[in-house]
């Protein structure tokens, strides 16, 4: 512990000085006595104080000058708490919270004799470790204060806290905010730190622990730097006003420690770029170092010496992490309405507030002189619509409960508005989900459904609602707009379009992409190059079969096993002139699509009787609303429906994953598309079509085809244990599963029954239990469908 003969002087002016420090005007003298009620409050002993909510003057309204002075009168009554009830833990070098408890161990550097002007800086130094037993975590504890003398800030403290777990996220923790708070408070009252130059930093685990806490505690940070750590499930979103570092080294790949750091700085540039007044960072991947850089690290500490925190920012975003909070600069939310992926994005211009939200509801808004005008009107807006256009009243009230919820006169206000957010735009619940779903990325898919024309609304929210997670990460608005500006173009276009049901559009020609192809901007480039071959079409399976006898020599794209790869995206494979059965397809697919045709690559992963995987072609064809198939680059005399695969495909076994069909699809269906190329890849969505082409036996003479179907009350069908019998002979049954919606529509379950006789269906589906007695016909088939 050290004292110095200036601190008494500094610490009566702190309060003040800190709270005008950051007005608009030049510092002054506050001559204005806080209200005499409030005197006469703080004279009483704190313990019999009553509460201060109770007591009328303190949610009188109060001047400028009195809520400066009653400011700086509340702060001087807790600096005098804050020095009789923290003393202790701070002469034992240790917090303790509700039992956990904290060691540090903290050392100065410049002159100590000369406090700077407005006060010192603080950096806060976690060490690494993690899932290890204690002697290993307080090995690293040593190390990170030796680093101290390494890292050498020109002036400050240096503070090396242990964490209070050895748990390999023993720096996520909700109880370590609570911690550094309170550390923050105790040097701010202590060791004259000013609260506006505090630091984070840490390597490995304590790397972990930055990525972490910087953005979830951004409010309280000058700057942060992180060392050769890994973020785990963190978002750089919210450190739009914190400086922010990373290093690691080029071989550190434990962890993909030094891939995950590249792609932060990835997402901070495009932040930034999107936002230029935020996000200052730097990305140093050290070449040739590994998970130990040679102190070349040090570099963050003279970079983040650069800069003071802003308190009072004019833009915060503010994204929850899994450790939520209610406060963030000048914005607040209740605890109960708080929850991990929610983000809200606050301006400030002029007497202009502006809250941008789609998954935030209840918020208030905390003001202070410092801010704007407080004896003018406040505006808060929210999607066009005015929330709160008023004067605010500064009371005594505000100013204690905001001051004692942070410790922080920077971040105490005088005056609060609550107000609602609405739900900003049109979109779903299920589309907001996958904007947030996408991380950094959400900026790219908000921008679309915001800037899609309104009657390309439903197209735009159906591909943001069930693009696969690798999509939502990296697809830009405008390649979107574009793909669905073309798809709707060519819907128009196409003779037999407003034939196309809505379903069939939006899932098999809306869409960018059919499998794991690269994503790209295929429409217009094949659009340009077909259409000249299908003059006089007048149906999609006319040109679905134009396009197949033509299409490949008019592109030069030929079968060959040396092909660059199995997925190749039609602009690939024309680029390349080779492709395999899966690039053919997928061409052939695309190019129907892009003059308005419904089409989808079909697939077996396993042929029944010979070896080897193939995949073709389906089309929707308006003339009999149904799917129809075609070889790709394998056209056949007989037209639709026709090729040398057909009769390995009679052989498909539908409840037999290896040797089923099926058929791509954009929406998820519960069943994946099978990919020899990659085979571990399972978001890419499918149905199950082998009834189309399985062998179809006809009923034996004198009895009748049962085709069963079950559905819940949603109209969905579901796999329900469905069992069948002879009512007069019950212990003549036949079980089955019935099928659910990744089966093709016309996949029925089936049962042949004795023509004319009476059968007893019973269904068992989640403790759901139905019979159903039918009669069976005279021949032929019959569709018993029941609905739970």
């Known amino acids: ?73 509340l702060w001087t009554d807790r600096v005098k ?88 996220d023993m720096w996520h923790q909700a109880p ?47 700057a942060a730097a992180m060392m050769a750590g890994h973020p ?66 040090r570099q963050a500490v003279p970079w983040m010496e650069r800069s003071t925190r802003r308190p009072l920012p004019d833009k915060v975003v503010w994204y929850q992490n899994s450790v939520t909070h209610t406060r963030s600069y000048w914005l607040e939310r209740p605890a109960a309405e708080v929850a991990a992926g929610q983000k809200l994005v606050a301006q400030r211009a002029g007497q202009v507030i502006t809250l941008t939200s ?6 208030t808004v905390l003001l202070n002189d410092a801010m704007l ?23 005594a009230a505000n100013l204690a409960r905001t001051l004692d919820g942070y410790g922080d006169t920077n971040l105490a206000f005088s005056a609060v508005v609550t107000v609602n ?31 899609v024309p309104v009657e390309q609304r439903p197209e735009m929210q159906f591909l943001v609602e069930n693009m696969p997670q690798t999509d939502r990460e990296n697809l830009t608005a405008a390649f979107l707009l574009t793909n669905t500006a073309a798809a709707r173009m060519e819907l128009d276009a196409a003779p037999w379009g407003k034939q196309i049901p809505p379903g069939v559009y939006l899932n098999d020609l809306l869409p960018y992409a059919l499998l ?53 995206s039609p602009l690939e494979s024309m680029a390349r002139t080779t492709a395999s059965c899966t690039g053919l397809s997928i061409l052939l697919a695309d190019a129907c699509r892009s003059l308005g045709v419904p089409a989808r690559v079909v697939g077996t992963p396993s042929w029944v009787k010979l070896e080897g995987n193939h995949t073709w072609v389906e089309i929707w064809d308006t003339t009999d609303s149904a799917w129809h198939f075609l070889g790709a680059q394998d056209p056949d005399p007989a037209g639709l429906d026709h090729g040398w695969f057909a009769d390995n495909a009679a052989d498909a076994i539908a409840n037999q994953y290896e040797h089923a069909i099926y058929a791509s699809s954009f929406k998820p269906t519960g069943t994946n598309f099978p990919m020899a190329w990659a085979a571990g890849v399972k978001w890419v969505n499918a149905l199950n079509v082998t009834a189309r082409y399985a062998k179809k036996t006809e009923p034996a003479a004198g009895t009748v085809r049962l085709l069963v179907v079950v559905r819940d009350a949603s109209g969905t069908r579901v796999p329900a244990q469905v069992t069948v019998s002879d009512p007069d002979h019950p212990a003549q049954t036949c079980q089955r599963t019935s099928h659910d919606e990744s089966a093709d529509a016309n996949d029925y379950l089936i049962f042949d029954w004795p023509a004319g006789t009476r059968c007893a269906v019973k269904v068992d589906y989640k403790g759901q239990t139905q019979q159903q007695i039918v009669t069976a016909g005279s021949g032929g088939i019959q569709i018993v469908a029941i609905k739970l």
């Open 1 to 73: 512990m050290r004292y110095f003969t200036v601190f008494r002087l500094w610490l009566a002016a702190l309060p003040l000085l800190v709270f005008l420090g950051c007005q608009s005007h030049s510092p002054g003298v506050v001559s204005v006595k806080p209200p005499a009620n409030l005197h006469q409050w703080l004279a009483q002993p704190a313990a019999r104080r009553p509460a201060l909510t109770d007591c009328p003057f303190a949610n009188a309204p109060l001047s400028r000058e009195q809520a400066a002075a009653t400011l700086t009168a």
């Open 81 to 168: 708490f804050l020095r009789r009830d923290r003393a202790a833990e701070m002469q034992a070098h240790e917090l303790d919270l509700d039992g956990q408890k904290m060691k540090f161990v903290w050392m100065s550097f410049g002159d100590t004799n000369a406090i700077p002007a407005g006060g010192r800086s603080l950096f806060i130094s976690l060490h690494g470790g993690g899932g290890a037993p204690q002697p290993v975590n307080d090995e690293q504890w040593t190390n990170q204060i030796r680093l101290g003398q390494a890292y050498q800030p020109a002036e400050g403290i240096y503070v090396a806290p242990r964490a209070p777990t050895d748990a390999w």
């Open 176 to 222: 370590e905010d609570d911690f550094f708070a309170r550390m923050i408070e105790d040097f701010v009252v202590f060791e004259h730190v000013n609260p506006n130059r505090v630091y984070v930093m840490g390597y490995s685990a304590g790397g972990d622990g930055v990525y972490q806490l910087a953005p979830r505690m951004a409010d309280r940070w000058a």
């Open 232 to 297: 785990n499930d963190a978002s750089p979103l919210s450190l739009r006003n914190v400086p922010f570092a990373l290093q690691v080294g080029a071989e550190d790949a434990a962890y993909h420690r030094n891939a995950v750091a590249a792609k932060w700085g990835e997402m901070l540039d495009s932040l930034r770029q999107a936002d230029p007044q935020g996000y200052r960072h730097f990305t140093k991947i050290y070449p040739g170092k590994g998970h130990w850089m040679d102190l070349e690290d």
């Open 358 to 363: 789609a998954n935030v509801n209840t918020v």
């Open 373 to 395: 005008d407080l004896d003018r009107p406040v505006v808060i807006t929210s999607n066009g619509q005015i929330l709160f256009s008023n004067l605010v009243s500064r009371t």
């Open 421 to 451: 957010v609405p739900r900003p735009y049109w979109w779903s619940d299920a589309a907001q989900a996958a904007v947030e779903a996408a991380g950094p990325n959400g900026a790219e898919l908000e921008k679309a459904l915001k800037t």
């Open 516 to 568: 794991t192809e690269n994503r790209e901007d295929w429409r217009g480039p094949l659009r340009e190059l077909c259409l000249p071959l299908v003059k006089g079409c007048a149906t999609p399976g006319a040109v679905a079969l134009a396009l197949n006898q033509t299409l490949y020599d008019t592109a030069k794209v030929h079968f060959s096993v040396k092909r660059y790869k199995a997925d190749q």
